[in-house]
Structure formats: C-alpha cells, structure tokens
C-alpha cells in the first residue's frame, strides 16, 4: 500500500492483529463509476466490539454485506475466522455461517412470521430438531433480549420499534453465534431504548464472548460499549483507536462528527450513561443522562 494515511504507518494496517476474527486487505467495491472503497483494510479482533462509523453513503453497509458474502468485491480479500470468503464458496459453508449473526440495517423481520418463527429460521436452516425443542430455542432467545414472553406469539407489526429491534436480535443469536455483525441497531429508538438496548448489546457481549462488527451514527453507543472505533472515510478505513485517541485525529468528517455539538454532548454525558447503564445492572432505574440521547434523535 502506497503512501501514509491518518493514523497509519506506510504498508502497515491500522490496529492489525495476529488473531483477527476478521481481516479485510485491499478492498475494492465498485457500483458503476462509483467507488465506494478502494483499499479498504480491517482487522476485527476476538471479543472486542467494534464501532463502524462514515458518513451516510461511505460504504459501511457496503463493508458488511461484503464480509458475510452477500457482495462479491471487485478486489481485495476477506478472511473470517481465518477462511477466505472472497472468491470462494465458504459463505455458502454452514460450519462457517453459523458461527455469525446479523442484524441487518432497519432489522427486517418477516412480516408474516410471529416472533417465535423469526427466530426459528436460522434454527430450520441448519439443524433438524423437534419442534417442542424448537419452540424452547425460540423461548429462550426471545427472554434472552428482554422481551416478555407475550411477545413471541406476536406478529413484528404488533410490537413497538423497540421490541422489533429486540426480536430481530433474538433471531441473529438464534444460533449461538461467536460473532455478531450489527448494522444501525439503535437506529430510530427513542433515547431510553437505545440506551436499554446499547447496555443489552454490551452485557450479551460479555457474556457469550462475542466478537461484535457494530455500524452505528450513534455517539452514544459508540462511547457507551464499543472497545475500539473505525473510521470509513475517502473511500478506507482511516484510522481504528480508541474514542479518546480518535477525537484527536485531523481529519475534517472525524473533527466535525467527535467534535460538534452532538460529539461533545455524547462525551460530556459519557459519565451519566456509564452511571445509568451500570444502576441498570444492578436492577436500578436507569435515567436517561441529559443532553447525550437527546441530541441523536433525528440522527435515524
Ligand atoms: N447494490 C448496490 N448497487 C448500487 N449501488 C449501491 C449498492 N449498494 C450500495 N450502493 C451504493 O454504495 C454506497 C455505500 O452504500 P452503503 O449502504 O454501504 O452506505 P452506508 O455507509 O451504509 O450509509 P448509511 O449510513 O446511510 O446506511 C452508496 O452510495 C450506495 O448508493
Ligand atoms: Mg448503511
């Protein structure tokens, strides 16, 4: 790789790692005349939740579909837990599929199917069990999110955005997955959901030892669970650190996404979220920390 980019030394990936559950090189995708990445590169290291952020249309979306195989690149590789999935068929492989889950952006169930039956598909797709069992599966992933057992006879139109969103990750854990690809989770959630939901996404993490890839505009999710942050920007991955070392980075989107209002709101109330999110898992009521949420409301 030619010349010296943000927070990168020449011919070396940003944040590189040994053990990389996934390693992205060289990426090229192109729609047309449009290039939406030109060597892109990414590590994703185990256990680790990883921010994706970029402006609308960067190509984070993109970058996802890319490394579950559902977008074949023009160039570069893709390796998932150390198979390449990039020009060949491993993305059709159960024994590689099913160790990830996906929730993907605007986290469309079937609309035809009950709660219970979302997140049964998976369970059809790769395993032949008992329907009692089945039906036992479902349950437990569905108490597993935090949703009342009600919901799972519930048709996605009969619950709020925020079960949806609930019900769709059930169905992207539905087969124990070792890593879990999230796309604008809290997307369109009012501030207590998305909270609720960033301190469920961080405590399943934990607890199943999940890697997690996260694409997110939202600066308090970001502050609130993720371990490192990558940057898509010009086409790349510019820069993957720690919040705190990111907001340092000169670079115009990076500077006014950190450091505007909404940035500095998000980093100011880090504290209050951090209280909040912990009162929640002692089983206290958790508020809602002034001027964080409140300034990503129309980010959806
Ligand atoms: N199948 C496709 N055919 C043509 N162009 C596409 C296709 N998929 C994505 N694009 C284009 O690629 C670019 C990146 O899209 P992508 O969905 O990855 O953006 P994004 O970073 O996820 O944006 P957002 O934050 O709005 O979700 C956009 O300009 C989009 O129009
Ligand atoms: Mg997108």
């Known amino acids: ?49 990883l921010g994706v952020v970029g402006g609308s249309g960067s190509g984070k979306s993109v970058l996802m579909r890319s490394i579950i195989g559902l977008q074949q690149p023009n160039e570069g590789s893709i390796e998932v837990f150390g198979r390449q999935v990039t020009g060949t068929d491993a993305t059709e492989d159960p024994e590689l599929t099913r160790r990830w889950g996906v929730l993907f952006q605007g986290g469309a169930l079937f ?3 009950t709660v219970a039956e979302n997140c049964q598909v998976p369970l ?33 139109s009969e619950l709020s955005g925020g079960m949806r969103k609930r019900a769709a990750l059930a169905r992207a854990l539905a087969l124990d997955p070792q890593l879990l690809f ?33 694409i997110t505009h939202d600066l308090d999710t970001l502050h609130a669970i993720c371990d490192r942050v990558a940057v898509i920007a010009d086409r790349r991955i510019i820069a993957v650190d720690r919040i705190e070392a990111l907001v340092q980075l000169d670079h115009p989107w990076v500077r006014e996404y950190f450091s505007g209002p909404r940035g500095r709101a998000a980093a100011s109330a880090q504290k209050g979220g951090r209280a909040a999110a912990s009162a929640q898992k002692d089983g206290r009521a958790a508020a809602t920390p002034q001027g964080a949420r409140g300034h990503t409301l129309e980010e959806a």
Do not use: C, W
Request: charged share 25%; net charge negative; glycine share 12%.
């Open 1 to 49: 790789m030619a010349g010296e980019k943000a927070g990168e030394v020449a011919g070396e990936t940003v944040g590189a790692a040994d053990d990389a559950v996934i390693r992205v090189r060289g990426l090229v995708n192109r729609f047309g005349a449009q290039t939406v990445h030109e060597g892109l590169d990414l590590d994703v290291r185990p256990g680790e939740i």
């Open 124 to 156: 059809r797709e790769y395993f032949r069990l008992s329907e009692p069992l089945m039906a036992e599966i479902a349950a437990y992933k569905v108490a597993m999110v935090g949703l009342p057992p009600e919901a799972a006879p519930k048709y996605p």
């Open 182 to 214: 999230l796309d604008e989770p809290t997307a369109g959630l009012d501030p207590i959901a998305a909270d609720g939901f960033d301190t469920l996404i961080g405590t399943l993490a934990q607890t199943m030892q999940l890697t997690v890839f996260l």
């Open 111 to 113: 609309s035809g199917m």
